[in-house]
Nanobody, 120 residues
Framework: DVQLVESGGGMVQPGGSLRLSCAASGFTFSNYNMVWVRQAPGKGPEWVSGIWSLGDNTYYTESVKGRFTISRDNAKNTLYLQMSSLEAEDTALYYC?????????????WGQGTQVTVSS
């Protein structure tokens, strides 16, 4: 079965940093684009960042450009999101998701999410 397990969330002060990880299993990780999606309280899901299957291209939503870095280690079947200069507006439940081949950034399987709270 496909499994995506996020970790690394927590509470951090504004300006701080966190590194999220997503451990993937049950499929050939290196064959799929991967995505980070977040959902803030009372809001719909927001696409945050995506990375191609071999890690050779990355994409970000405008609000996180220059602050977040997506990466992957295909040998370890793990996706990462390094977040720095965190702002209160980054508070959300962060999910990693597997891309659907041939659809751009459409997503199929999602993990259970890891909570990020930015607060002083």
């Amino acid at each position: 079965d496909v499994q995506l397990v996020e970790s690394g969330g927590g509470m951090v002060q504004p300006g701080g940093s966190l590194r999220l990880s997503c451990a993937a299993s049950g499929f050939t990780f290196s064959n799929y684009n991967m995505v980070w999606v977040r959902q803030a309280p009372g809001k719909g899901p927001e696409w945050v960042s995506g990375i191609w299957s071999l890690g050779d291209n990355t994409y970000y939503t405008e609000s996180v450009k220059g602050r977040f870095t997506i990466s992957r280690d295909n040998a370890k079947n793990t996706l990462y999101l390094q977040m720095s200069s965190l702002e209160a507006e980054d508070t959300a439940l962060y999910y990693c998701a597997r891309g659907v081949p041939g659809t751009g950034w459409a997503t199929g399987y999602w993990g259970q999410g890891t909570q990020v709270t930015v607060s002083s």
